[in-house]
């Protein structure tokens, strides 16, 4: 058997395959939970973590990940802008969107967008590990209750949600506004100049039909759009 190399001496042993996660969120307990629930299992083999999107971007471009936890909402740049720029640049890297937003205003927009699957942040350690192994195999993560509600809508033929309508910066843009943030503020956010935040604002409000924020406002706290 010393005669064998060594990957051949135990054909039986570490037969599992080692997983390499990536953690991006801006709150450390929550990554440190997250990263509590991963290192008890045997088959991950490295957990990394990024306190932004920029960061975020900066560790995968330069290591090899297996899979993604995203938060949407972080400084800078945001979940669904980091997975925009993944779709290119790393379009078979699976990427699980983590956020306190209800998974019926958010998820198909981002499974659209490119998620393999959406986890909002109240569920359990055991879906988590599911969502994993699930989105590992190529497949894509969606709870029971998010997939009976696509299938009702394709049979009824709902109409889309007036946001749903909107571009991603515009989406953005809204959820800003009904956050209550000043256009010097998103534009500070958003590493934009006051008058695009403002076009953006304009294209919001006509392609929903509003003259106000207050409308704008009324209508994210009305569908959930913001906490």
């Given at each position: 058997?010393?005669?064998?190399?060594?990957?051949?001496?135990?054909?039986?042993?570490?037969?599992?395959?080692?997983?390499?996660?990536?953690?991006?969120?801006?709150?450390?307990?929550?990554?440190?939970?997250?990263?509590?629930?991963?290192?008890?299992?045997?088959?991950?083999?490295?957990?990394?973590?990024?306190?932004?999107?920029?960061?975020?971007?900066?560790?995968?471009?330069?290591?090899?990940?297996?899979?993604?936890?995203?938060?949407?909402?972080?400084?800078?740049?945001?979940?669904?802008?980091?997975?925009?720029?993944?779709?290119?640049?790393?379009?078979n890297l699976p990427v699980i969107i983590l956020s306190a937003h209800p998974?019926?205003?958010?998820?198909?927009?981002?499974?659209?967008?490119?998620?393999?699957?959406?986890?909002?942040?109240?569920?359990?350690?055991?879906?988590?590990?599911?969502?994993?192994?699930?989105?590992?195999?190529?497949?894509?993560?969606?709870?029971?209750?998010?997939?009976?509600?696509?299938?009702?809508?394709?049979?009824?033929?709902?109409?889309?949600?007036?946001?749903?309508?909107?571009?991603?910066?515009?989406?953005?843009?809204?959820?800003?506004?009904?956050?209550?943030?000043?256009?010097?503020?998103?534009?500070?956010?958003?590493?934009?100049?006051?008058?695009?935040?403002?076009?953006?604002?304009?294209?919001?409000?006509?392609?929903?039909?509003?003259?106000?924020?207050?409308?704008?406002?009324?209508?994210?706290?009305?569908?959930k759009l913001v906490e």
């Amino acid at each position: 058997m010393d005669d064998l190399p060594a990957d051949l001496q135990h054909p039986d042993e570490d037969r599992v395959i080692r997983m390499r996660v990536l953690i991006a969120d801006d709150h450390p307990i929550f990554r440190a939970g997250l990263k509590n629930i991963l290192g008890k299992e045997k088959d991950v083999e490295v957990i990394g973590e990024a306190d932004n999107g920029s960061r975020a971007l900066d560790l995968i471009r330069k290591q090899r990940w297996d899979v993604v936890l995203l938060d949407l909402t972080m400084p800078g740049k945001d979940g669904l802008e980091v997975l925009q720029e993944l779709r290119h640049e790393r379009p078979n890297l699976p990427v699980i969107i983590l956020s306190a937003h209800p998974e019926d205003q958010l998820a198909v927009r981002l499974l659209k967008s490119g998620a393999a699957g959406y986890l909002t942040k109240d569920k359990t350690s055991e879906i988590l590990i599911t969502a994993v192994r699930k989105v590992l195999r190529g497949e894509k993560y969606l709870s029971e209750s998010l997939t009976e509600r696509i299938a009702l809508n394709v049979i009824s033929g709902a109409a889309s949600s007036l946001h749903e309508t909107l571009s991603h910066r515009e989406y953005q843009v809204l959820r800003m506004i009904a956050s209550g943030k000043t256009v010097k503020a998103i534009a500070d956010e958003l590493f934009l100049s006051i008058r695009t935040v403002s076009t953006y604002r304009t294209r919001v409000l006509e392609k929903m039909n509003m003259k106000t924020n207050a409308e704008l406002i009324r209508y994210a706290l009305q569908n959930k759009l913001v906490e």
